[in-house]
Each structure stands twice: as structure tokens, then as C-alpha cells.
């Protein structure tokens, strides 16, 4: 029995073609995703009890489903995932709701938003989700953008809020994990909360200093962005890049920089930020 259903798992991650799920009503019938159960646990493990994170994240007690339902943590209301007292199975796009708002639970895409959840595992080399049902040009609203759950009248089903999160701080907002201040990157771009650009301040050049016969340009920056040096004779150009693509890391604001060797022996030296987006 148990290992007949693990094989069907198998079968529908090589069949891996419709999408993850959906985040609007309609069109559900036949869908790849349907239940956590039909596949997503092969890449993230078991959900109750567990401990499986594809990206590394370290969920209190090690257990993936505490972290979203006790109230020391998100404190999510059971219905906003599950359907009945049997617990199983559950569905990513639909649950039975709370009791004030009945049958009307989003389930995992009440958060887990399903364009910006496609494309954050597209990105990332996670194949197939695309080609079916989902084109992958389908549009995700931007990172500042709350998910249906995110507080309103949901507001006392769950602590979750604000996915343009800008604080450092554990169990508020999106940081629900142990030691890292990642949300969701719910857009799909693979810029989290203050690293992407519809959040988080643009770069800033801070200083350009002469060191001997080099410069040394000096910026701000957030966690996750990656910045190319861009060097000119005149303000107005033409800039060409000067440095290889650099990426920060840890989480939030971030000092940098770059030494342009022989960047002084120029008679005039302009410098600015390119930033890459996906
Ligand atoms: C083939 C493996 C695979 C399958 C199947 C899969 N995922 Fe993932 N998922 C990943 C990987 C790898 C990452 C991490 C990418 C990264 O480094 O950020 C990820 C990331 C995530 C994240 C974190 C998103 C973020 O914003 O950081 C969530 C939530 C998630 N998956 C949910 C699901 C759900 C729900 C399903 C089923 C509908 C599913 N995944 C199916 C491999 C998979
Ligand atoms: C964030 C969504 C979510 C919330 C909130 C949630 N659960 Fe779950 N729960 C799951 C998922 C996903 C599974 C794994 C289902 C599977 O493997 O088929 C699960 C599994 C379980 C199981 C194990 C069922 C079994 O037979 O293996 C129990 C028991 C359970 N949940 C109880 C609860 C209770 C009680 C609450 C509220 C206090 C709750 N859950 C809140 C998503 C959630
Ligand atoms: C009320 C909002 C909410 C609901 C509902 C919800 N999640 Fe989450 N989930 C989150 C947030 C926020 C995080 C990120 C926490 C962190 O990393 O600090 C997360 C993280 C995850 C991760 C961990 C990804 C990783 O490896 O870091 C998985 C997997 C996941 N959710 C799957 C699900 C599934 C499956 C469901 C439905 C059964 C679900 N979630 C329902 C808010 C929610
Ligand atoms: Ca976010
Ligand atoms: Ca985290
Ligand atoms: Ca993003």
C-alpha cells in the first residue's frame, strides 16, 4: 500500500507538467497538484513532523507543519489547510475555510500565491510546472503584494502579514523559520522582502575613494541583489561594466565593494550600479 503510493508520486513528479496549483476558483479538476500528497512532499518531505527543505531552511523543532500551525509560530487555524477531521488528504488550493468565513479556505495558495510559487520553483531549476496547464509568461503580482491570507478578514486565523517584509526579526511577518530572515519570495524572481526592488530602497553608490593608482567604489545594497560596477569618462557616458556580476550575501542592508585597479590613472572617472534582474 505504502509503497504503491510512493510510486505514483514518482509518476506524477516525471509527469511534472501541469502546474503547481492555482490560486483562483475553476478549472481545478484535473490539475498535477491537487493534494500535498501528489508530489510536493517528494522534494519537501512529509510536512507533519518534518523536517525536509529543498532551500535549507531550518523550521522550529525541526517540524515544517509546527512552524505553519502552532500560535508560538504563524499560528495558521487548521482549516486554512485542511478539510475535515480526518486531516486527510490535504489540498493546496482549497480547505474548508474557518468557521466564520465557511467553505471558502483558499488552503496553501491562500499563501503560497500558485504564479509566484511556479515561478520561484521555475527559477530555480525546479522543472515542468510550465507547458501544461501554466505559461510561463503567466504575470505574479509583485513581492509587495499580500497573499489572500495575509491579515484582513483573516486577520485572527493566522500571524502571517506583510510579504514586502523589511523587518529582521524572527516570528513576525513572513520569518517563521529558526535563524534567517527569509520569507517568501512570492513573486518568483528569487529576490526575497527588501532585496527585491518593489520592496527594498534602490542601490546607492556611498563613495568612490582613490587608493594609489585604484578606486575603490563603495555601495549599499541588500542581501541577494546582485550589482555589476559600471565605469564612464563623462556623467552622461557610455558606462560599460568594469566588474563581474556581484552578488551579496546574508539578508538586508549590505555594504560592498569594488577596486578598480588603475581606476585613478584616468583623467575623469564616473561610476554607477547595474542591478540584475531576472
Ligand atoms: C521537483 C522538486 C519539487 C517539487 C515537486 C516541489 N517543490 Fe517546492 N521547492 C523545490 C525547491 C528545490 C525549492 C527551493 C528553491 C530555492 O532554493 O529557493 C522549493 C521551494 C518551495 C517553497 C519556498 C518558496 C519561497 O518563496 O522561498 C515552497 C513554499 C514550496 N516549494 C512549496 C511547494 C509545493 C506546495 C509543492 C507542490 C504543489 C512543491 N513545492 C513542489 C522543489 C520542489
Ligand atoms: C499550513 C497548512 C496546515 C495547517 C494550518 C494545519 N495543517 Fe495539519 N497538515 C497539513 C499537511 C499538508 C499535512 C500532511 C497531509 C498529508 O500528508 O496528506 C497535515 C497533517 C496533519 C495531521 C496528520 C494526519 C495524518 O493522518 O498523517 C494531523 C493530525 C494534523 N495535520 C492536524 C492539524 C491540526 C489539529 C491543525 C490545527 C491546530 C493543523 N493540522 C493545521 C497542513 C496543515
Ligand atoms: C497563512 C499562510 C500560509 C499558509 C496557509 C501556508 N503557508 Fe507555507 N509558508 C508560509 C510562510 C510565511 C512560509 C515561510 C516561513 C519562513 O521561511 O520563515 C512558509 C513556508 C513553507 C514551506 C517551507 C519552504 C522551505 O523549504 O523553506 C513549505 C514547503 C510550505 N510552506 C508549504 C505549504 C503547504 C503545502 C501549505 C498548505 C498545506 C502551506 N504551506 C500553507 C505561509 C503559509
Ligand atoms: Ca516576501
Ligand atoms: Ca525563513
Ligand atoms: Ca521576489
Redesign the pocket.
Known amino acids: 500500500m505504502k509503497q504503491s503510493k510512493r510510486t505514483e508520486n514518482r509518476q506524477r513528479l516525471l509527469a511534472f507538467t501541469a502546474g503547481l496549483f492555482l490560486a483562483v476558483a475553476g478549472n481545478h479538476t484535473a490539475q498535477a497538484y491537487s493534494r500535498?500528497t501528489d508530489g510536493?512532499n517528494n522534494c519537501?518531505g512529509a510536512?507533519y513532523q518534518s523536517s525536509t527543505?529543498?532551500?535549507g531552511?531550518v523550521f522550529p523543532s525541526n517540524d515544517?507543519h509546527l512552524?505553519?500551525n502552532d500560535p508560538s509560530y504563524?499560528g495558521?487555524n487548521c482549516n486554512?489547510?485542511h478539510s475535515g477531521t480526518s486531516r486527510t488528504p490535504?489540498y493546496?488550493w482549497r480547505s474548508n475555510g474557518t468557521s466564520s468565513i465557511a467553505n471558502d479556505g483558499l488552503?496553501?495558495s491562500?499563501?503560497?500565491v500558485g504564479p509566484g510559487l511556479r515561478k520561484h520553483h521555475q527559477i530555480n531549476g525546479v522543472p515542468g510546472c510550465t507547458g501544461g496547464c501554466h505559461s510561463s509568461s503567466e504575470v505574479s503580482a509583485p513581492e509587495n503584494v499580500n497573499p489572500p491570507?495575509y491579515g484582513g478578514v483573516w486577520a485572527s486565523f493566522?500571524k502571517?502579514r506583510n510579504a514586502g517584509n523589511t523587518v529582521l526579526a524572527s516570528n513576525t511577518n513572513?520569518?517563521?523559520?529558526v535563524g534567517d530572515f527569509?520569507?517568501?519570495d512570492n513573486d518568483g524572481n528569487n529576490l526575497y522582502d527588501l532585496a527585491d526592488y518593489a520592496v527594498g530602497p534602490r542601490d546607492r553608490i556611498l563613495s568612490s575613494t582613490r587608493e594609489g593608482n585604484d578606486i575603490r567604489v563603495t555601495w549599499q545594497t541588500y542581501g541577494g541583489r546582485t550589482n555589476t560596477v559600471q565605469a564612464a569618462g563623462n556623467v552622461s557616458g557610455a558606462y560599460s561594466g568594469i566588474s563581474p556580476a556581484i552578488t551579496s550575501t546574508n539578508v538586508g542592508p549590505v555594504t560592498t565593494n569594488y577596486l578598480e585597479v588603475g581606476g585613478a590613472l584616468n583623467s575623469r572617472r564616473f561610476y554607477r550600479l547595474s542591478a540584475q534582474l531576472p
Open positions: 500535498y510536493c519537501h510536512f527543505s529543498p532551500k531552511t515544517n512552524m505553519h504563524m495558521n486554512l489547510c490535504v493546496t488552503g496553501c491562500g499563501c503560497h491570507y493566522t502571517v513572513e520569518n517563521w523559520s527569509l520569507g517568501l
